[in-house]
């Protein structure tokens, strides 16, 4: 365990929980229009639900393939967003904006003497892309992710990605995650689990409970 904190690691989720996905879409609110919240909305949707499928199926395509489809899907179903905004889109995405109190908060379990990681269905590199972005390269330690898995969460091994390569039991991991499902995947694998709730949204998979909900990082 590190001297200052009760847990050896922290390990966050990305996409939803570090970084805002609808900051894109955001990004170019003027242009994209009044449908743009819905774009996105669908945009994020149809990304999660691409990879559960492939997962399930078992043929994999890495995250910004399933990033760009799901795009392709949304502009399809909100056809008054001109499909000539996609590329620009598509550039934000790989510098989404981190919330606000990320990196004061990564800070202090840094000084606090904790492992940090970020461990996500991204890409090895849109993630480096986002992290180096938001300026949080010198702050965490490692990027798992599934990318040498060729699957996605809520699949164990993902989860045990950290646990092999920081040789500890589940239990002494704290995992942080927006998504209700992945807090689920992740408590069903043993970690401990913080459910980032940024929206309010109702609780789910009942049986498998975070250990705290909290509405943003900062009381980690």
Known sequence: MS???PYAAYVFD????LFDVHAAVRRHASDVGPN??????????????YSWVR???GEYQDFWQLTEQALDYALAVVPDVQAAHRDRLLETYWKLDCYDEVP??????????AKLAI???????MLESAVKNAALDTILDDIFSVDELRTFKTAPEVYEL???AYRLYPETVSFQSSNRWDIAGA???????VWINRVSGPDEYKDLSPDMVLPNLQRL
Do not use: P
Request: charged share 20%; hydrophobic share 35%.
């Open 55 to 57: 997962a399930l199926m």
């Open 104 to 113: 004061a908060v990564l800070k202090s379990l840094k000084d606090r003497g």
């Open 119 to 125: 461990l996500s269905n991204g890409s090895s590199a």
């Open 14 to 17: 990305a996409y939803g929980t």
């Open 36 to 49: 743009g919240q819905r774009l996105s909305e669908i945009w994020r949707q149809k990304q999660l639900e």
């Open 162 to 164: 950290v646990t092999t």
């Open 187 to 193: 408590g069903s694998f043993g970690f401990r689990t």
């Open 3 to 5: 001297s200052g904190t």
